[in-house]
């Protein structure tokens, strides 16, 4: 059986708050995620999605674990 930070790791994306100030409003136009304000920020979604939150990121700079 799949270890649960496997399946964790394909639907989330965890951040810094600060991170997120200036492409936020962009990532909730674009895909369809749900951002949990915490400290750290998760960004939430299916796999497929996460998977272009992920490149949407790296191409604004901001650095993903």
């Known amino acids: ?3 649960a ?5 394909s ?9 997120l100030e200036t492409v936020r409003t962009e990532l ?16 939430v979604g299916s796999p497929v999605e996460i998977k272009s939150v992920n ?3 790296v191409r604004r700079g901001v650095s993903t674990p």
Not at 5 to 9: G, L
């Open 28 to 43: 909730e136009t674009e895909f369809t995620v749900t951002i949990i304000e915490s400290e750290p920020a998760k960004i």
């Open 5 to 9: 930070r496997t399946y964790r790791d």
């Open 11 to 19: 639907t989330q994306i965890v951040l810094p708050q600060a991170s």
């Open 1 to 3: 059986m799949a270890d």
């Open 55 to 57: 490149a949407f990121l």
